[in-house]
């Protein structure tokens, strides 16, 4: 009878350790493959939350003329342009549309309201947060020195060349642009994935896949900012500096905003694509598109995140009110009685 016992447990035991070391069906599994299973995941119902919409605010210059910008105006986000922008320059001609009809309609489009009130004839800002400046300053910046007390702070564009890939139609889009200031504004992973690949040899490795958006503005040269444009800014000039008590820098630096101000022109966004291809010695396959609203920026505000005090304007004259007021005043006094 204890024989019996001791083989009937010994077999349960066995199967038991074999049912746990059975090896899995899928070595790899995708982020896709994982979203999907936790959707499937069932949750407790509850009542959807209703969140109102905030109704997008077009810029007007009177919102810049003061010594303080509302620290909640959020602009508009360079996403929604790019995305309202490329609806309309992406439009195609139909097949019984002439030449004339398909451009009189695409002209006609630059007034119809992309976003809120706004049409792509209007002024657009770009509310963005200026980050603490590294070895390598580029893009809004700023830097502190604790001894001194004193700010800096910096705008300064990449300089890249980009390809024109992507572009819905080439007979607007160029090729190549190698001539304008970047600014990158945005930066999302879209997908994500692993695969095995091998090569003639059998020589088998584990890839990243990798695909992303970048998203910023490429426009003609910047008239005010006179730093020489360079890849990597080792020891550049500021476009504005002023004094802060550390006390209040603690506070107001890592909150610091900009406002960049630009009239998109045609031909309205500007493409590039970059590919980076798998190796055995680095396995990592790449792949972004960029898309960046073009035309001129007119000016660039930096101001506090907290309370909105301005601290300083490029150009210096930019949004000001007295500034204005002492052109027409100029105007007026030239016109012949």
Do not use: H
Request: charged fraction near 25%; proline fraction near 6%.
């Amino acid at each position: 009878m204890k024989k019996w016992f001791v083989l009937a447990f010994t077999a349960s035991l066995a199967s038991i350790c074999a049912a746990q070391t059975k090896p899995a069906v899928n070595k790899i599994q995708t982020v896709a493959s994982t979203a999907k299973q936790v959707r499937k995941t069932p949750v407790a119902s509850l009542p959807p939350i209703k969140q109102e919409q905030k109704k997008p605010v077009s810029f007007s210059m009177s919102m810049i003329e003061n010594g303080r910008i509302d620290p909640a105006y959020e602009g508009f986000p360079v996403s929604e342009i790019v995305a309202a922008v490329q609806k309309i320059t992406g439009a195609s001609k139909g097949e019984f549309e002439s030449t004339a009809d398909f451009n009189a309609r695409k002209i006609a489009s630059l007034n119809e309201k992309v976003i809120g009130e706004s049409t792509l004839n209007d002024y657009f800002a770009l509310a963005l947060p200026v980050k603490k400046g590294g070895k390598y300053k580029e893009g809004l910046a700023y830097d502190f020195n604790a001894d001194t007390g004193g700010v800096r702070l910096f705008a300064l564009p990449n300089k890249l060349s980009m390809n024109g890939i992507g572009a819905p139609d080439y007979d607007t889009n160029k090729r190549q642009y190698t001539d304008l200031d970047q600014f990158d504004l945005d930066f999302k992973v879209i997908a994500k994935d692993t695969y095995e690949a091998s090569n003639a040899y059998g020589a088998t490795v584990v890839v990243e896949k990798t695909m992303s958006v970048r998203l910023g503005v490429a426009v003609n040269k910047i008239p005010f900012l006179s730093a020489r444009r360079e890849k990597a800014y080792t020891n550049p000039s500021p476009v504005a500096q002023f004094t802060l008590e550390n006390a209040n820098a603690a506070k107001e630096l890592p909150a610091l905003k900009a406002l960049i101000v630009m009239k998109i022109a045609s031909p309205y966004l500007i493409y590039d694509y970059f590919y980076a291809k798998p190796t055995r010695d680095d396995p990592k396959e790449m792949s972004m598109q960029s898309k960046y609203l073009t035309g001129n920026i007119l000016g660039i505000v930096f101001y506090s995140g907290i309370t909105g005090e301005v601290f300083g304007r490029v150009p210096e004259s930019f949004g000001r009110p007295e500034v204005k007021q002492e052109v027409n005043a100029q105007t007026q006094a030239a016109q012949p009685e």
